[in-house]
């Protein structure tokens, strides 16, 4: 829908406010792609998670944030842990295959280390079993701007001059974990790739 609008605007918008739980890989792909079709600026409006986070957000070519803007990473096409039963297995497979590699293919294209989507699944499997013990749940995980610079994403603006929004939303803050890249964290475009 958002596609049709847009083509038959006379006037063309610069800038995509979003505000997002995510969705299916290809779809969040299709939507990235489209917004780097077309040139666009993304500003989150609450949140960007799952694949808002992954495919959307690192395509627009100036990323805006507000004081409490919410991202949230937690894994992709190439993702290690999914869970899926014996019967749509070969299903899954075929599918995942694809996704895949069209996720590097999409990551190449907009210079992003295809590591964002996944760095975070080690150090945080580690945490989640960790904060488990003490009766804690988490979603997912988040970057710095410098550590999110460092993937790639870059032309990052924070409207507010703060993002900062654990500050604002004290209630979800542990909710999302902080993950720091390694100091030995070397850029690399096509990381994964089949």
């Known amino acids: 829908m958002i596609f049709s609008l ?21 779809a969040g792909m299709d939507l990235g792609q489209w917004v780097k079709d077309n040139n666009l600026d993304v500003e989150v409006i609450r949140v960007c998670a799952s694949s808002c986070a992954n495919y959307v957000l690192p395509a627009a070519n100036t990323k805006y ?8 990473w937690h ?18 497979k075929t599918y995942i295959t694809l996704m895949r590699q069209r996720e590097t293919d999409f990551y190449a294209n907009i210079a992003v280390d295809n590591l ?4 975070g699944q080690s150090k945080f499997n580690f945490l989640d079993f960790t904060l488990s013990l003490f009766g ?12 999110m610079e460092k993937l790639g994403l ?16 004290p209630g979800k803050a542990n909710l999302v974990k902080r993950i720091k890249l390694d100091n030995d964290f070397k850029f690399e475009l096509r990381r994964f790739e089949i």
């Open 65 to 72: 944030l507000r004081k409490d803007s919410v991202l949230i």
């Open 136 to 147: 804690k749940e988490t979603v997912g995980y988040d970057y710095s701007v410098a550590d």
């Open 116 to 119: 964002l989507t996944t760095y």
């Open 6 to 26: 847009f083509r038959a605007s006379e006037l063309k918008p610069n800038r995509l406010l979003i505000s997002s739980q995510g969705g299916e890989i290809g």
């Open 154 to 169: 870059v032309n990052i603006v924070l409207l507010d001059g703060e993002w900062n929004w654990r500050a604002y939303k």
């Open 75 to 92: 894994g992709s096409a190439w993702q290690s842990n999914w869970h899926v039963d014996k019967e749509h297995r070969e299903t899954f």
